[in-house]
């Protein structure tokens, strides 16, 4: 019993560190609203996904950023690698689905209704995900698991 409890603390802690290193990316993209754009977007993609990897150590989670449909970054195992097309981020979104992975449709007019009762904006998303090796996992109590926090966040 005491092998369970130590392994569900551990996860628990795990869990918890890497939901904090996703909210503090994600109140950065909010402070830095006016990096979301075709020219700056890039640099705030890197940015958020350092935050989200190197959170509580250097390379100590993965990191999945895409600004507004355009700029990505993913970080993982201490290396980031760049992506996406720049010019979307300057247009504004309706996106559907989840944080790990949305939906983008169409260009919209910023501030125009979307469907669900939304309005069209500026969207980053963030995802982070952590692998958890248990110490006692040989007893069943808690297994070896990857941990995944995302989220979307609307900063137009």
Request: aromatic share 6%; glycine share 14%; hydrophobic share 45%.
């Amino acid at each position: 019993m005491m092998a369970g409890i130590i392994d569900f603390a551990r996860v628990y802690h795990d869990e918890i560190a890497l939901s904090s290193a996703v909210a503090a990316a994600s109140e950065y993209a909010l402070l830095n609203a006016a990096s979301v754009n075709s020219s700056a977007g890039a640099a705030l993609a890197a940015t958020l996904s350092g935050i989200v990897a190197n959170a509580n150590g250097a390379a100590w989670a993965g990191a999945t950023v895409t600004v507004n449909a355009g700029p990505t970054s993913a970080a993982s195992g201490g290396s980031t690698t760049a992506g996406g097309t720049a010019a979307n981020a300057n247009s504004c979104w309706c996106p559907t689905g989840s944080a790990g992975s949305p939906t983008w449709g169409s260009a919209a007019a910023c501030g125009s209704g979307c469907t669900g009762g939304s309005l069209a904006g500026k969207f980053v998303t963030i995802s982070g995900t952590r692998a958890f090796s248990a110490i006692f996992g040989k007893y069943g109590l808690i297994s070896s698991m990857t941990l995944h926090q995302g989220t979307m966040v609307q900063v137009q």
